[in-house]
């Protein structure tokens, strides 16, 4: 029993990943081609993650396996979860659709500027966490972790308890496992549905294959090529 489960669930996550990936492409979310990165380096591959997200059968499928995970949860087991809450504007729509499917609420909060130029996550007026409601916090891509570092003390703040962390595709640089909040020093688990790495390049034909054979280079969220 003990190496038929490990060996099942390993089986049961490479298969999500693989559909995940079919879901990503056959929506045309993964693009290849030349991007300027916000970083300032070339990329030869981008995920326009609303062009999956506005596929509504696409979005309930793969907001699926994060409900079938958690929706087979008893009473007093690990993985219960009373609530779904995303970052704006994927986590919105993932938390929704996934709260829907696990019978429980559904929240999000928006970025705020506070008065000395500084940013933090609030939740919008009649949004709540009850002290002690175990929180599933959803995302889209995760590629620095900035969106939902910013979420968790959000949560602490109003009580709630964080169940995992979960994100469509994972495409930060090394493998990120974990969350620590910068408002306690907890530690939460962190999962994705696929795990994708994506090479970056300094800009020019001695570092850049796509500068080096000219390849067009174009800015995600200009000329339909994406945000």
Not at 45 to 70: H, M, N, Q
Not at 206 to 212: D, M, N, T, V, Y
Request: proline share 5%; hydrophobic share 35%.
């Amino acid at each position: 029993m003990t190496t038929i489960k490990p060996a099942i669930e390993i089986g049961a996550r490479v298969a999500v990943a693989r559909r995940t990936e079919e879901l990503l492409r056959s929506s045309g979310a993964l693009r290849e081609g030349h991007f300027l990165l916000k970083s300032g380096r070339h990329g030869d591959a981008y995920i326009e993650k609303f062009a999956v997200l506005s596929d509504p059968a696409a979005t309930s499928e793969l907001c699926r396996f994060w409900a079938g995970a958690f929706g087979a949860a008893e009473d007093g087991d690990d993985l219960r979860v009373d609530l779904v809450t995303g970052p704006t504007t994927g986590g919105v729509i993932l938390a929704f659709e996934t709260g829907r499917q696990l019978g429980v609420r559904a929240i999000f909060a928006e970025e705020v500027r506070g008065e000395d130029g500084t940013t933090h996550r609030e939740f919008r007026r009649g949004f709540r966490i009850e002290p002690g409601e175990r929180v599933l916090l959803v995302d889209d891509i995760l590629t620095t972790g900035g969106s939902l570092l910013a979420m968790v003390p959000a949560i602490e703040a109003q009580g709630g308890e964080i169940v995992e962390c979960v994100v469509l595709v994972d495409r930060s640089s090394g493998s990120t496992n974990t969350l620590t909040s910068t408002a306690t020093g907890r530690v939460y688990p962190l999962r994705s549905l696929w795990r994708l790495d994506l090479p970056t390049y300094e800009p020019g034909a001695e570092s850049c294959p796509r500068c080096a054979d000219d390849t067009p280079l174009h800015t995600p969220g200009s000329s339909g090529t994406g945000a």
